[in-house]
């Protein structure tokens, strides 16, 4: 039973609202209740805590707010499937190294790799000309089964031919472009927007057409600041979130 053998302390300064929400969320982190999971209503919580409507609805409320809990008009309140809060727009790490820091399993499906020609786009962001040799590598990375994100890399052929053989469904990219020092990618550019699933999105991320994606587009550069690597990356909407530490210049 959702929330058993839980207690609020009322003889604390604690808000009893913020001591009901910790409860929920460690009722959520537990992982004894499956996504979509329908919650007590407000006044089962009211008369189980022998507190009023307003303080639980205030509790709830910032939950929903958070992406804790969801609501459904008529039906009730819900768990929602948690973000994997992506700080990847602050750091260079693997796909792997970044699942493993937040306790989930990676794994990583190639969808296709070739070699084919730079359009124009991929061409201004690897400094190439348009039509040159490049390698496509589409790639869906998974956490915990769950399809996260798809990335579409492009790489100059004539700089990164020697990791045309490899295999990504089990290798890292920036570890295989570190294997020699002029390939390695010391610093990267990142633009991030939101945008609509398209059909592609859509049966790649198992979402719907039209749901939230998170587009990032990416270059990297090696130790001489020359592009190797564009990707453009695709993220549910519903399963990521992204963070940004910004400081204040006081100088």
């Known amino acids: 039973m959702f929330l058993e053998n839980k207690e609020l302390d009322k003889h604390v300064p604690i808000p009893l609202y913020f001591q009901l929400k910790e409860l929920i969320v460690e009722e959520i982190k537990s992982g004894k209740y499956e996504v979509d999971s329908l919650i007590p209503t407000e006044k089962e919580m009211s008369e189980r805590f022998d507190i009023s409507r307003t303080t639980v609805r205030q509790a709830i409320t910032e939950l929903v707010q958070e992406g804790w809990l969801y609501r459904v008009k008529s039906k009730g309140t819900f768990i929602a499937r948690q973000k994997i809060k992506q700080d990847f727009l602050q750091r260079l790490e693997t796909f792997a190294e970044q699942m493993n820091r937040i306790g989930m399993e990676p794994s990583t499906e190639v ?7 730079a359009s124009k786009e991929v ?6 000309q348009e039509g040159d040799q490049v390698l496509l590598l589409l790639r869906r990375r998974f956490g915990d089964k769950e399809p996260v994100v798809t990335v579409e890399t492009y790489l100059p052929f004539d700089k990164c031919s020697f990791v045309q053989d ?19 990618i010391y610093s990267a550019t990142r633009v991030i927007e939101a945008v609509e699933a398209t059909s592609r999105d859509a049966q790649y991320l198992h979402i719907r057409k039209g749901a ?11 130790k001489d600041n020359v592009p190797l690597e564009y990707s453009i990356a ?12 910004v400081y204040v210049d006081t100088q």
């Open 111 to 117: 969808i296709d790799y070739k070699t084919t020609r």
């Open 123 to 128: 061409a201004e962001n690897l400094q190439l």
């Open 166 to 184: 490899y295999d990504f469904s089990k290798l890292s990219l920036y570890d295989s472009l570190s294997a020699r020092d002029e390939t390695r």
């Open 234 to 245: 695709r993220y549910r909407g519903d399963m990521s979130s992204f963070r940004i530490n």
């Open 212 to 222: 939230p994606v998170q587009l990032a587009y990416t270059v990297g550069f090696n």
